[in-house]
């Protein structure tokens, strides 16, 4: 269980008690920075390893300000940071304006929260974003427009995306014509989050460029990776991306880092990309997602890295030094464990380890639904096909699967 370690020690405070606060837990252990974490249950993920783990949501003002200052003698926050982008940016600004360090900081994080937002300002930075276009909110003329949009895509298909609320492929329609989407035309009419369209990209894969940066301006990138999705969620990591053109590392990297200054990011930022093939078969990549904060596509780097993420998002935010990036094996694939047929995923602990030593094998400590995170393992080595069949075989294991 994690807690401060001494009363001068920085306290972190960290808003969502997910997995990814949960993986914050070891490397704040062991820098001897406190953890503060608010969960959305008290058996939720993070607050099975956080001591310091008050119960609350997200949008409740007087949960993140107990956060942040408690009343009951604990330490005061050094610094407010986030597992997830979903809090009141109106609250955040008068934290800062408090004193409160927030790190991303409200103007940075609207960009991860708002899709038409963020498209609005990469394109301003000039970073490689697919042909896209803000929907009208009024039904006709949002007809017209996607309609329009369409005729000018190859086969006449597009995405269309709910600018909020979207995640692990949820809110995103493939479409050939505005009636695919008139639920959700109506639905902006009435409140809903307003809508996008974008080009039907034809990726050959898709890859992440990580990236920390720190409020003195440092900073950091891990090798890119290729990130392969099934039903829209992230189910295995290869890290590096093989046979990526070393040139094309070079531009997803410097992307990520645009991506940091531009918007001026503190923290970890995952920049999600399409890899297409350009004029003469040349390797382009294309922006799709991003998120700031610790991401499924860095899991890896808990074992295949000499800094994890999760190390080092506590560096950035708290300003400290940054660590070594490099990988610390030639290959690592992570397998992500989406639901499970058992009653217990540590009831295949027995097998796995025994088949398996070499394997890293992260729970969350979340109950058991279909397609549901449940976990990850980490396999590294010098032989890719190897590394990657062992990685996958162990998390297949863990969803009960011979």
């Not at 993140?64 to 609250?91: C, K, Q, S, Y």
């Not at 970073?127 to 009024?138: D, G, K, Q, S, V």
């Not at 949009?149 to 050939?176: C, I």
Request: charged share 25%; proline share 7%; net charge negative.
């Amino acid at each position: 269980m994690t807690g401060p370690t001494s009363a001068s020690a920085p306290v972190v405070a960290v808003v969502g008690g997910g997995q990814l606060a949960r993986m914050m837990a070891p490397a704040a252990a062991e820098l001897g920075v406190g953890l503060r974490v608010l969960v959305e249950d008290p058996a939720s993920s993070a607050a099975q390893v956080v001591t310091d783990a008050p119960v609350g949501v997200a949008s409740d003002d007087a949960a993140i300000r107990a956060l942040i200052a408690p009343d009951d003698g604990r330490a005061p926050a050094a610094v407010l940071t986030f597992e997830h982008e979903h809090v009141p940016n109106a609250l955040l600004q008068d934290l800062i304006d408090h004193g409160t360090p927030v790190r991303p900081g409200p103007d940075a994080l609207v960009q991860a929260q708002d899709k038409i937002v963020m498209r609005r300002r990469l394109s301003e930075l000039g970073l490689p974003c697919p042909r896209w276009a803000a929907l009208p909110t009024e039904p006709a003329a949002a007809r017209d427009a996607l309609t329009a949009f369409l005729a000018e895509e190859p086969g006449h298909e597009a995405v269309v995306k709910t600018s909020r609320g979207g995640y692990d492929g949820k809110g995103v329609r493939v479409v050939s014509s505005p009636d695919d989407v008139a639920d959700w035309l109506a639905a902006a009419a009435d409140g809903a989050p307003a809508l996008l369209v974008e080009r039907k990209v034809p990726f050959v894969r898709e890859l992440a460029a990580l990236v920390a940066r720190r409020p003195s301006g440092e900073v950091r990138t891990w090798p890119v990776v290729e990130s392969v999705q099934r039903d829209g969620v992230c189910a295995e990591v290869v890290a590096p991306a093989p046979g990526l053109d070393p040139a094309v590392d070079a531009e997803a990297r410097r992307i990520a880092v645009a991506v940091a200054e531009g918007l001026d990011v503190t923290g970890v930022l995952a920049v999600e990309l399409f890899e297409t093939r350009g004029a003469e078969g040349a390797a382009e990549v294309w922006v799709n997602e991003l998120a700031m904060r610790p991401h499924n596509s860095g899991h890896w780097t808990i074992d295949g890295a000499v800094t994890s993420q999760f190390e080092q998002h506590l560096r950035a935010v708290l300003d400290l030094p940054l660590g070594e990036t490099a990988a610390r094996a030639p290959w690592t694939v992570m397998a992500n464990v989406l639901g499970s047929s058992l009653d217990a995923l540590t009831d295949a602990l027995p097998e796995v380890l025994a088949r398996f030593p070499e394997a890293r094998v992260n729970l969350y400590g979340k109950s058991i639904r279909p397609g549901r995170k449940l976990g990850h393992v980490n396999v590294s080595g010098t032989d890719l096909d190897e590394v990657r069949r062992r990685a996958l075989d162990a998390a297949a294991l863990l969803r009960g699967e011979n």
